[in-house]
């Protein structure tokens, strides 16, 4: 702490207003900067640090008004008492101070102070890692996860706008994944290619080659003025910044692109701010990742279905054909004999007839497994009662579909189709392995508008009371590819066996408006 006051500049001494207690006040209040206020609230004497802190000589200082309002007096000057203002520093940066103010004789304040500009600002970078966090678990889309995680960008004080680049190669064209801030720049990347057909020196570039981030101050000043960057001069004269950071994202030694952050005019990027984009770009990075990563698991599971459909078909149609072959060799055979008994023949065509209309059903029950084409056309619902009514026809199995009549299905056709081929597969497995006899296909809604889906058989299958992924006899069911799809969109799968004896799979997947959804798990019940 400073002990030196500083006075005005005609006298060492503090004017008649002030007594000798304003000195004892001031020793007494423990902080960085110490002043004396007049009734007016004008400062009247600051001590070193005060002249430190607001970045002016005392002789400027005297007589000016003081940020603080001395209608927030505390009658104790006690330290709990906090307040907070501004103040614009000569270097035009703005500085958040908190104060407490104490009455001394005369009518005049003794003020406490410190610059909290920094603390501040951490503060709010970490509460932006939070919800940039939150907002990588919760959300359904790459886009609507790094929209959210640049706005948090954006949102501290000290930043003006934000995107989130991503490239496969430094030759290969970007992609926007995030951005804010910006006015109209929806052709972005259009621009910036022309730029560089210009011979625009991109320096985000160097960030996403070398994988160190990128500082160069006062960047706007320069591309304004570079002919090169001309068709992107529109988008970036809006917003008012200054100079320019770009962090690379990475992920497992991989850069996956980049966040260039756009800084306020006098806001330099200082090791915190850069430490915070650091922060940002891990959540950006992981949320690419991630994405990367399911829709890998999406092209898996869809070359694992092709393979169980290719092995339906050489067991049901396949196999149908081949004995209806042998059955038309038959009838041919028995034609050519003299002694042809028509009764033999009439036999041979009526099970060459059933052998016929067996294998059409399955044929067109696979092709509907391929290409569900009233998924698009009636809707989810109407979906699986067509593909039950072909089950139900090929197996004999009793299926009751049924949907609450509230129900009204937002979800986007891709979550509809992960939420069909799981009632899919879950009739594979009850027709499979369940000797069941009947079948309840439930839609409904939970309390918190949770969109819950339900597959209940009254069968025996094998006795399991859990779904763990390492247990390959679980594999086998498409309970981890079912768990799969139901974790893409941020739901949960629960499996298991009834109380009441058959089994039952369980979807809950998040309304899409109320995102928060749980982590996806199969556990059993």
Known sequence: MHNDVEPTADSARPPDTVDDSVFRVLMEVSADGLAVLDRHGHFVLLNTAATELLGLPADELVGRAAPFDIDDVSPHGSRQDRHHTTWPAPDGRRRDLEYCLAPVAGGAHAVWFSDVTDT????????????????????????????????????????????????????????????????DAADFTERLSACRRRGAKV?????????????????????????????????????????????????????????????VPDEDPGPHSLAFLEAMADHAAVAIDTASLLAQTRSQAQLDERRRLARDLHDSVVQQLLSMRMQAKALHAQLERVDTDPGRIRSGAEELAELS?????????LVFELRPLDLAERGLVEAVRAHAASQQARTGLAIDVRASSDLELDSSIDVQEDLYRIVQEALHNVVKHAHATAVKIRFTRSEDGDLVVEVLDNGYGPDRTSDTAGEADHDTLGLVSMRERTQRWGGRLVAGARPAGGWAVRVILPCPSVPGAGEGEADGR
Do not use: C
């Open 120 to 183: 501040l600002r951490q503060q709010e970078r970490l509460t932006a890692i939070a919800r940039a966090a939150s907002s990588v678990a919760d959300a359904y889309s790459l886009r609507t996860t790094l929209d959210a995680v640049a706005r948090e960008i954006a949102m501290t004080a000290n930043i003006a706008a934000v995107q989130i680049l991503a490239m496969d190669d430094p030759r290969d064209e970007l992609r926007v994944l995030g951005m804010a801030g910006f006015d």
């Open 203 to 263: 320096s985000f570039m160097d960030a996403f080659q070398n994988g160190e981030p990128v500082v160069v101050p006062h960047r706007k000043a320069a591309i304004l003025a570079d002919p090169a960057w001309a068709p992107l001069h529109a988008i970036m004269s809006y917003p008012s910044w200054d100079s320019f950071v770009s962090m690379p994202l990475i992920v497992r030694g991989r850069v996956l692109g980049v966040i260039n952050a756009y800084y």
């Open 357 to 365: 209309g067996s294998a059409l059903a399955d044929l067109r029950g």
